[in-house]
């Protein structure tokens, strides 16, 4: 059992826009910023989102993400093929001094 | 451009030990923050370690603690995580990862441990 809740899946079609939701509590998400990865199969979880809104450099701006109280979100416009993979929200805890992930969402775009 | 490579994985019979590494180039480690990630087959990741930038400050999830350890040496661009008293739960994709969830976040691609009897 995640600290943080995700959506085991979610699916869309191409070219069509899919959001992911990343619930948690105030000791994680309410207090703290999140960030969201994408893996790929057979390899490692790559950044996608942090400080809940921010893309790194080489990210499209077909990713975004946002956080509201205890649960952030992050949205795929555009979807294409290539998007299909498992994506993480993560965060600090402050009450277990640790950092902690959701259990991932699997894309599917039909 | 940014390297982490991990290495010393492998087979381990419950009880037993392994030192992992993670080889860094293409940026000054000494800057930076430096955890360990593990992931199960089919689950998500799990947060195992993190050192702070020169290595005076450590912490641990609540499930590897006392069990494992992590260090590092700068000067050698290494990050260690000794790994002892393996259970089958520790199976996983352990990944080394550069300042984990912020903007310079990079990760290895990752070395298996395996546990079992």
């Known amino acids: 059992q995640s600290v943080l809740t995700q959506p085991p899946s979610v699916s869309a079609a191409p070219g069509q826009k899919v959001t992911i939701s990343c619930s948690g509590s105030s000791s994680n998400v309410g207090n703290n910023y999140v960030s969201w990865y994408q893996q790929l199969p057979g390899t490692a979880p790559k950044l996608l989102i942090y400080?809940?809104?921010k893309r790194p450099s080489g990210i499209p701006d077909r990713f975004s993400g946002s956080k509201s109280g205890t649960s952030a979100t992050l949205g795929i416009t555009g979807l294409q093929t290539g998007d299909e993979a498992d994506y993480y929200c993560?965060?600090?805890?402050?009450?277990?001094?640790?950092?902690?992930f959701g259990g991932g969402t699997k894309l599917t775009v039909l | 451009e940014v390297q982490l490579v991990e290495s010393g994985g492998g087979s381990v019979q419950p009880g037993g030990s392994l030192r992992l590494s993670c080889a860094t180039s293409g940026f000054t480690l000494s800057w930076f923050w430096m955890h360990w990630v593990r992931q199960a087959p089919g689950r998500g990741p799990v947060w195992v370690s993190r050192i702070n930038a020169d290595g005076t400050t450590t912490s641990y999830a609540d499930s590897v603690k006392g069990r494992f350890t992590i260090s590092r040496d700068n000067a050698k661009n290494t990050v260690y995580l000794q790994v002892s008293s393996l259970r089958a739960e520790d199976t996983a994709v352990y990944y080394c990862?550069?300042?984990?969830?912020?903007?310079?976040?990079?990760w290895g691609q990752g070395t298996l441990v395996t546990v079992s009897s």
């Open positions: 990862v550069r300042g984990l969830l912020g903007g310079d976040d990079s």
């Open positions: 993560g965060t600090w805890d402050s009450s277990l001094s640790a950092v902690v």
């Open positions: 400080h809940n809104d």
